[in-house]
């Protein structure tokens, strides 16, 4: 599916330049102050309590933004991670897209246990579906159904949670890895 972002046409200098007429300067100073401090921390705990206290994002429980990860500096708020996910190292997730005759703004929404590799790039108005793994260095222009393997650039569908399935079928699960006597 294509993304979902709302368009708004300007006039007159590039919408970059124009800037704080879409978003209040002093929110872009306290968001990169926050976001700056969070990319530096050892601590996943103060990083989720930083971006849901004063960024407003949504972050589901036990998830784990890596070191130097980028959220959107101007509307984090459009910005929701599920349960249990791991986004790696410099990661960017973007919620707005800044061009010359117009900008947009989109959500993000990233589901339950979804692993994103390092130095990935997200755009606005995405959808990551449960499960699904993307790989480092992809460009996720589109959405990720649930359960997929994803990568590239442009981002393409490596894999579908069906397609894993039929490998596994009559497989018997390995179990429980610990040693019993």
């Known amino acids: 599916m294509s993304r979902r ?20 300067f002093f929110k872009v100073v306290k968001n990169v102050i926050v976001i700056q401090i969070a990319r530096y921390s050892p601590s996943l705990r103060f990083k989720n309590w930083l971006y849901r206290t004063f960024l407003n994002m949504k972050v589901g429980k036990n998830t784990a933004f890596a070191f130097m990860v980028m959220p959107d500096i101007m509307f984090p708020e459009r910005i929701t991670v599920g349960d ?55 460009l996720v222009n589109r959405d990720v159904p649930a359960g997929a393997f994803v990568g590239g650039n442009p981002m393409r569908i490596i894999r579908e949670k069906h397609d894993a399935l039929k490998e596994t079928a009559g497989r018997l699960p390995v179990g429980d890895a610990t040693m019993t006597e």
Request: net charge negative; aromatic share 8%; charged share 15%.
């Open 5 to 24: 972002t709302e368009r708004y046409k300007i006039s007159g200098p590039n919408s970059l330049w124009q800037i704080y007429k879409t978003v209040p």
């Open 84 to 138: 249990n996910c791991i986004i790696g190292y410099n990661t960017t997730i973007l919620a707005h897209e800044y061009l010359i005759k117009e900008y947009r703004l989109g959500d993000v929404t990233i589901g339950n246990d979804v692993m994103i590799g390092a130095n990935t790039t997200i755009l606005p108005g995405v959808t990551i579906g449960d499960g699904a793994v993307v790989s480092a260095a992809t």
